[in-house]
Nanobody, 114 residues
Framework: QVQLVESGGGLVRAGGSLRLSCAAS????????MAWYRQAPGKQRELVAS???????NYKDSVKGRFTISRDNAKNTVWLQMNSLKPEDTAVYYC????????WGKGTLVTVSS
């Protein structure tokens, strides 16, 4: 059974920083892709950043230069460093990891006040 556990969300003022963490557990689980998605109230879930086990990263245009995704393959852990946060970054952030199939975390709330 694969489980993804996120942490690091919270309330921060605009311009501040937060770091999200996600640890994936499961026997013999070696994800190819680990990613962060977010879902704001009334909106669809969207990809924020992704990372492959080869080190390829991809970012949503609006977070480029502000957010950085990183991972430790040995620990099946992925982080999202979020700097220069804006009110429009407010959302529930979900961790996603996939190998032969995908798995989701339960999400962590990030609130950015103006």
């Amino acid at each position: 059974q694969v489980q993804l556990v996120e942490s690091g969300g919270g309330l921060v003022r605009a311009g501040g920083s937060l770091r999200l963490s996600c640890a994936a557990s499961g026997v013999s689980f070696r994800p190819n892709t680990m990613a962060w998605y977010r879902q704001a109230p009334g909106k669809q879930r969207e990809l924020v950043a992704s990372s492959t086990d080869f080190g390829t990263t991809n970012y949503k245009d609006s977070v480029k230069g502000r957010f950085t995704i990183s991972r430790d393959n040995a620990k099946n852990t992925v982080w999202l460093q979020m700097n220069s946060l804006k009110p429009e970054d407010t959302a529930v952030y979900y961790c996603y990891a996939s190998s032969s199939r995908g798995f989701w975390g339960k999400g962590t709330l990030v609130t950015v006040s103006s």
